[in-house]
């Protein structure tokens, strides 16, 4: 079963402007970590954001995390055409080794 | 350093049939993950190999099985095929002491 929810599940936006999606999960957590999907492909990481750490930055990306509402985001700055793609956020254990627990992702269509 | 690689890239089988799917981690990495995807129940994490020892399990029949061997390549096998085992299935390693995953692009396994 999957961790938690994403949300929204569709984003359409305009090339340049901003896309912000958010995440919640349901337990206690070590990590939490946003990955990229291209069209069924590999996924591809993009940032990791510690437990006792609630917001960090990465080239456009910003996400955040308040473990007390046990929920993050992720926002993307300045939209390219290329950033069309399903995002998914993922919750590690430290009990659990490199398992990962998804959310059911949230598709992105950034329009030129 | 070379990415994950997975093959075949795409397979076909019939009911009842078994199926082998490859993975080979990224160099040095010794932490094996695989998941599938599926439209239904989204990325679910099947099993992680670590040393050539199943570290974890998701919460999947026992006609899911796998193993690594020595040069951290791992090997997931599926028995006695069912239709709704059509699925992306992906595999991800990771390295020692970091959370980060690097997937292969995946093998779309079609069962008729």
């Known amino acids: 079963s999957q961790q938690g929810e994403e949300d929204p599940q569709a984003l359409s936006i305009q090339e340049g402007e901003n896309a912000t999606m958010n995440c919640s999960y349901k337990t206690s957590i070590n990590n939490l970590q946003w990955y990229r999907q291209n069209s069924g492909r590999g996924l591809v990481h993009l940032i990791l954001?510690?437990?006792?750490?609630r917001e960090k930055h990465s080239g456009r990306l910003r996400v955040t995390l308040d473990t007390s509402k046990k929920s993050s985001s992720l926002l993307i700055t300045a939209s390219r055409a290329a950033d069309t793609a399903s995002y998914f956020c993922?919750?590690?254990?430290?009990?659990?080794?490199?398992?990962?627990?998804f959310g059911g992702g949230t598709r992105v269509l950034v329009k030129p | 350093k070379a990415g994950v690689t997975q093959t075949p890239r795409y397979l076909i089988k019939t009911r009842g049939q078994q199926v082998t799917l490859s993975c080979s981690p990224i160099s040095g990495h010794r932490s094996v993950s695989w998941y599938q995807q599926t439209p239904g129940q989204g990325l679910q994490f099947l099993f992680e190999?670590?040393?050539?020892?199943?570290?974890n399990k998701g919460n999947f029949p026992g006609r899911f099985s796998g193993r690594q061997f020595s040069n951290s390549r791992s090997e997931m096998n599926v028995s006695t095929l069912e239709l709704g085992d059509s699925a992306l299935y992906l595999c991800a390693s990771t390295a020692s002491g970091k959370y980060e995953q690097y997937f292969g692009p995946g093998t779309r396994l079609t069962v008729t």
């Open positions: 993922a919750t590690g254990f430290k009990a659990a080794g490199n398992k990962l627990t």
């Open positions: 190999y670590f040393s050539e020892t199943q570290r």
């Open positions: 954001i510690r437990s006792n750490e």
